[in-house]
T-cell receptor
Framework: QKEVEQNSGPLSVPEGAIASLNCTYSDRGSQSFFWYRQYSGKSPELIMFIYSNGDKEDGRFTAQLNKASQYVSLLIRDSQPSDSATYLCAFNTGKLIFGQGTTLQVKP | NAGVMQNPRHLVRRRGQEARLRCSPMKGHSHVYWYRQLPEEGLKFMVYLQKENIIDESGMPKERFSAEFPKEGPSILRIQQVVRGDSAAYFC?????????????FGEGSRLTVL
């Protein structure tokens, strides 16, 4: 079983819509979870991290964590073409373990 | 305030040659991580180092790969006798010693092509 599972996509949404990205993880002991964005040919950059069950909002981004279900998601409201990238979720076990990433395409 | 610096950004090697990738962490950071990313795949953990110590090398291939982070100078990831399957982007990341969040700051990566 993979440690972090993400749908590779591509996930295609129209501009202005809500994009929903999902991630499941296997380590019940994990305490912190991260969403990174990676543009093609570039390095990953942190969007959000979350520790507690529930929602955490930052601008157009909302991270949701459900530890009982071992599930973390990222919602992007009012999606823009500039949001088109690969989104990587990760959890911390003393090092960050990444999923394979979901490619998001926002169409004008 | 410089970020994580990696060089070279691009490296071409022929099969059997050696590749050396260097990483200078952000100022004030003492933890260095190396990740490998194959085309169209996610980041795979390789090794976690602190100054003069390898903390976790569970992701390193058993042969040909080694890493160090000396007291002075950058961290180095060394690949001996490269093969075509080593072609990938190698990312270095760093974090501060007292950081409890687990956030990593990534360099721009070194892209290795093996001919």
């Amino acid at each position: 079983q993979k440690e972090v599972e993400q749908n590779s996509g591509p996930l295609s949404v129209p501009e202005g819509a809500i994009a929903s990205l999902n991630c499941t993880y296997s380590d019940r002991g994990s305490q912190s979870f991260f969403w990174y964005r990676q543009y093609s040919g570039k390095s990953p950059e942190l969007i959000m991290f979350i520790y507690s069950n529930g929602d955490k909002e930052d601008g157009r981004f909302t991270a949701q964590l459900n530890k009982a279900s071992q599930y973390v998601s990222l919602l992007i409201r009012d999606s823009q073409p500039s949001d088109s990238a690969t989104y990587l979720c990760a959890f911390n076990t003393g090092k960050l373990i990444f999923g394979q990433g979901t490619t998001l395409q926002v169409k004008p | 305030n410089a970020g994580v610096m990696q060089n070279p950004r691009h490296l071409v090697r022929r099969r059997g040659q050696e590749a050396r990738l260097r990483c200078s962490p952000m100022k004030g950071h003492s933890h260095v991580y190396w990740y490998r990313q194959l085309p169209e795949e996610g980041l795979k953990f390789m090794v976690y180092l602190q100054k003069e110590n390898i903390i976790d090398e569970s992701g390193m291939p058993k042969e040909r790969f080694s890493a160090e982070f000396p007291k002075e100078g950058p961290s180095i990831l060394r690949i001996q006798q490269v093969v075509r399957g080593d072609s990938a982007a190698y990312f270095c990341a760093s974090s501060p010693q007292d950081d409890s969040t687990g956030e990593l700051f990534f360099g721009e990566g070194s892209r290795l092509t093996v001919l």
